[in-house]
């Protein structure tokens, strides 16, 4: 059962793939954790906290945040995991395209960070990391991305931006890039061409991810990084 030392991580995007592997990395750390999705399901563990809701609407941030506060006392780390990824040529992008994305990818990252920031600044310190992608980096012709570039792109520099902001202030704000990564959102019949993508010729797996946002969460030195972890996607071709 959490008592108010035990350190508290906030999750979103946590229901399957990359935010459900952080979710149970972060309770091996001994972590209570604040998971929150559309689909999210509860669960037995006393020291999880399920939280349904789109992270678009700010609403869900406010009652996330409020739930860790209530529950838990406290809150140490954000990450920023939830995403959507729509691949269209530039053109065939829908108004509905560009406000769920938008929705999803900015206002869910600007919204809980903010509302997370002074109890992190209460704690002493904290951790911010958020999940990007490596086509920020390096446009590929075969996955039109301007929406993810848009996005993305746009938490990577809010990423070194915060993390300067608040360098002397005890809160590190980082990211990870990531590849390609097998996850639910990638349908089987596509992975052949996504492995071909990555220099190494193979995609990424969710413990990859999760143990780049391990690294960083112990690392205290280490703030204002964009690590990549995408098969050398962000090298070249």
Known sequence: MSTRNQKVAIVTGASQGIGAGV???YRKLGYAVVATSRTIAPTDDADILTVQGDIADPATAERVVAAAIERFG????????????????????????????LGINLAGFFRI????????????????V?????????????????????????IQSATKSLAIEY?????????????????PMHAEETHDFLAALH?????????????????LENAPFVTGEILHVDGGMSAGH
Request: charged residues 15%; glycine residues 10%.
């Open 23 to 25: 979710v149970d990395a």
């Open 74 to 101: 406290r809150i140490d780390t954000v990450v920023n995991n939830a995403g959507v990824f729509v691949a269209k040529p530039f053109t065939d992008y829908t108004a509905d395209d560009y406000a769920s994305v």
């Open 113 to 128: 960070t903010q509302l997370a920031v002074p109890h992190l600044l209460a704690q002493g310190g904290g951790h911010v």
């Open 130 to 154: 958020s999940v990007t992608t490596s086509l920020v980096d390096n446009a590929d012709a075969r996955v039109p991305s301007v929406l993810a570039s848009l996005t993305k792109g746009g």
């Open 167 to 183: 360098a002397t202030r005890g809160i590190r704000v980082n990211a990870v890039s990531p590849g390609t990564i097998k996850t």
């Open 199 to 215: 220099p190494v010729g193979r995609m990424g797996e969710v413990g990859d991810i999760v143990d780049a946002v391990l690294f």
